[in-house]
DNA sequence: TAGAATAATGACAGAAGTTGTCACTATTCG
DNA sequence: CGAATAGTGACAACTTCTGTCATTATTCTA
């Protein structure tokens, strides 16, 4: 093994082990003591980060970050980087420092000349937009550490139509759209809600998670992909052409859409009952190119809203 | 300059300039020839993609795909370049191989054990989510090389209302909420308008922009951040608390909300005359949370849809 | 307090690796 | 054919690396 290749092996080794003594290292890599510390010498010129102890109970330690061995990417794979770091750009907020993105930039004078072009040119034709928020989520990078540590947190929340104090377990985080969402059990309702970060006007207490068995997923992208409530609800909508095309733009209807050959389309679905009232506010401006089918409660709910409509607009 | 560092150097040199000969090197680096012919066999055995033509007219040539030379990352960067990474892996297209992103997991690899766990402990809480679209966008990845190339495309495309052949420049792709976007300038409406990537049908022709002075943005950012269509039509709408609440969530209208301390709030703002309609459909369900004061065209739709909606549903 | 374990440094000789030179072959282009 | 190129082999000079030994200083533990 070449010097070079066992610097690159001893970068590696450090940083999984954290602590070790230079005994060890010569140990492992078959060379002198005197080889490693030369070695160790050498790594902390290049401005590793390790810093020693003398004594009986003394060795290396790595000091702040670690820095990791260096990694060869391929044009296209720094290419990807790039995009994928830009697809972060427009957040307001991220649950992790900002700068450490943007460290990444230095990567971007690494490259050769045209790949710096290309990238920058990239950049001038693609974009993940994400709409600005006006509000701010000052407490999302607590309500991470939270959920990161399986904590529970008191807060105090202000929900549309009120404010109030909950006691939440956090599921995780999830960002859509722009907006930062928080899916937890609440201790309060006794089951999983979902809170808008930017909502949470206060952390008043974080502690550890109560002991009990509530029913939370293991991971957020299960929460999103798996559970969600129950679908106690079944939903039949007549769509005109135009309709169906409205309603692709809809992931959550989109799901129960089918289409006619013969044109137009219906959406036949099973939903929370809880979403009725979501359901009933969409399609309200879809006028004529949506007829309720199921249930005759959807039907009562669109009246009711016609009518609220009605006294307001039309005297 | 030992030879670890000079075989760094060479890779930068190397990938800089894609075509070299021994010779070159040799007087850039100050080493005989034969040294420059040993480190390239070793670059070589090292799989860096080099080949070589002997004669008078040989010398050497990058194949394929440039690997660039090896960066140290510190441990947080690394952990935001998966987070970013993660950002993008909801999408079910891009405009370049997905592969490249998975590919990058390789670096997951080479992270101490502790890391891997970490990264993997918050990817179980934290997602990048984007509804599911239901609709595939095949076309992206040439949409993408006729934005990057600058170039104008006849295409087939499937609005709302109807199917039809179009030529347009491309400003760029955006991707909002889990759908592809393309503002372009289309030659037959001689204006720029946005077109769903996903219902371009099929591309008929592509061919060099054709001359002449159209009013295209330098970038996509610029289209996104400053142009975009006139505002020429000014809305003032009266909300209640609810209203206000509702209103937030939707960025384009929380844009002109201002409240007030004694509770509700009021939209003000100019937007484009073509936007009239979609305000109305966007307030029609806020019912009496919101009220129209200007202008009479707007409270005219919404009566308009009012009645339509209670023909239909009341008959 | 002595002893063991640790880091750190210096000197030096032998081992290992690197480099330049020279000689040579083969290929390609004009 | 001649010039320019890649590629290989041998070898000596040079440089770097490594192990050994000796030494100092610090810290913990028994």
């Known amino acids: 093994m070449s010097k070079a290749e066992r610097l690159i092996e001893m970068m590696i080794t ?30 902390e010129q290049a401005g590793f980060p390790i810093y020693s102890e003398v004594g009986a109970a003394g060795g290396y330690h790595i000091l702040k970050e670690r820095i990791l061995p260096p990694v060869a990417f391929s044009e296209s794979e720094a290419k990807a980087i790039f995009f994928a770091c830009q697809a972060l750009q427009f957040y307001r907020d991220l649950p992790f420092e900002q700068e450490t993105i943007s460290v990444l930039k230095k990567f971007l004078n690494c490259l050769p000349l045209d790949v710096q072009n290309s990238i920058t040119q990239i950049q ?33 929340y202000s929900s549309t139509y009120s404010e109030r104090t909950r006691t939440i377990i956090p599921v995780g985080l999830y960002a859509m759209n722009g907006l930062w969402y928080c899916p937890a059990y609440c201790t309060t309702a006794h089951q999983i809600r979902v809170f808008r970060v930017d909502r949470i006007k206060e952390i008043i207490e974080e502690k550890p998670c109560p002991k009990g068995n509530y029913p939370i ?99």
Chains 1, 2 share one sequence.
């Not at 602590?19 to 492992?28: K, Y």
């Open 124 to 156: 001038n034709k693609i974009v993940f937009w994400i709409p600005d928020r006006h509000c701010d989520s000052p407490l999302l990078k607590s309500m991470f550490h939270i959920a990161i540590n399986c904590h529970a947190a008191t807060i105090r």
């Open 217 to 315: 997923p293991a991971s957020i992208r299960e929460y999103l992909e798996k559970t969600g409530p129950k679908n106690d609800c079944r939903i039949k909508i007549q769509l005109t052409d135009t309709g169906v095309k409205r309603c692709e733009s809809e992931s959550f209807l989109a799901g129960g859409l089918k289409t006619f050959s013969t044109g137009g389309g219906i959406i036949d679905m099973e939903i929370n009952h809880a979403s009725l009232e979501w359901v009933a506010d969409y399609i309200l401006p879809f006028g004529n190119n949506a007829t309720v089918l199921e249930p005759a409660e959807l039907t009562e709910l669109m009246r009711q809203k016609i009518y609220e409509l009605h006294q307001h607009y039309c005297k």
């Open 14 to 43: 450090i940083n999984a082990k954290k602590d070790f003594t230079a005994g060890e290292l010569a140990d492992e890599f078959s060379v002198s003591k005197r080889t490693i510390l030369r070695d160790l010498q050498e790594l």
